[in-house]
């Protein structure tokens, strides 16, 4: 039977109206959750070979304290005899604690250096977990302080969550330090040297990838957006690469993409990249980078 005009019109827009939300629904569902950032290099400071080659950290407690590096140089000797001679790149909690990654060239462990706000120093030991690498090449420690981000060397799908050394209350020099959760990676990422929390659901990671074809580039910097805050459950990380790192040497070569620090109080992004050949000893850089 056929249909008055009327109730045509109104089934042709009904019909509209479904299409149109379905269509809605459907790039809501596949849309990116935050937009990416734009970062722009606004100036470099040579980095020291010995002494900040590998990490860096912005340090807010107590107020003026100068930002940290870590390279060969700055390991401990008692630590070097050990067998804890490879530190990576640092952070700190907004609260004062300060915490080096530290590893071994061989074993079943990877160590935590915390530093107190007023100074006292001790060690954090972490049994590997099964299928877990050892390296131990950074930390960031979530803006609410419990919570504790890693990584492993290689290509990852993966991010580890601990509590904090420390800070957390769960946490004790004299026991194992726990892995609590893991966060999962829609995209893989390869040979990260360090990441920093910008927000709370929001990592920023410099990358050494030497091949780029997980991106495109080489040496990318990284935009993870985490599905909820790190904690004792696992989340979901999207990732997102926003620009490759500035390779500028006067000699020719592999360049090496170090630690990565996020000051809030600036805005101030930093990443250490280190010059190919013996350029290392003259003209590796920190590069600052503010958002537009």
């Excluded at 915490?99 to 250096?113: H, L, T």
């Amino acid at each position: 039977m056929r249909m008055p005009a009327r109730q045509r019109c109104h089934a042709v827009l009904a019909g509209l109206v479904t299409l149109a939300t379905a269509a809605a629904l459907s790039v809501a569902a596949t849309a990116p959750a935050a937009a990416a950032d734009t970062w722009n290099e606004v100036g470099s400071d040579r980095a020291d070979p010995l002494t900040e080659s590998q990490g860096l950290a912005s340090v807010e407690v107590p107020a003026g304290s100068p930002n940290r590096y870590t390279g060969i140089g700055t390991v401990p000797f008692d630590l070097t005899v050990r067998g804890w001679n490879h530190v990576g790149d640092p952070d700190a909690s907004y609260n004062g604690y300060y915490v080096e990654p530290y590893q071994a060239d061989s074993g079943s462990a990877k160590m935590f250096r915390v530093q107190a706000p007023g100074g006292a120093w001790s060690e954090y030991v972490h049994a590997l977990s099964p299928g877990e690498a050892l390296n131990n090449s950074f930390d960031t420690i979530s803006p609410n302080g419990s919570w504790m981000v890693s990584g492993e060397w290689g290509t990852m799908n993966r991010l580890l969550v601990f509590p904090t050394p420390g800070v957390n209350p769960a946490t004790s020099p004299s026991a194992n330090l726990p892995q609590a959760s893991t966060i999962n990676l829609d995209h893989a990422v390869r040979d990260v040297q360090g990441c920093d929390f910008v927000t709370s659901t929001r990592l920023l990671c410099s990358s050494d990838d030497p091949e780029g074809a997980l991106f495109g580039i080489t040496k990318p910097l990284l935009q993870i957006d985490l599905s909820a805050e790190p904690g004792s459950a696992d989340v979901t990380g999207r990732v997102t690469a926003l620009r490759q790192l500035p390779l500028r040497s006067s000699c020719s070569g592999s360049f090496e993409s170090e630690g990565i620090d996020y000051d809030r109080r600036t805005g101030t992004l930093r990443v250490i990249v280190v010059s190919p050949g013996f350029c290392v000893l003259t003209d590796s850089k920190t590069y600052r980078f503010t958002r537009s």
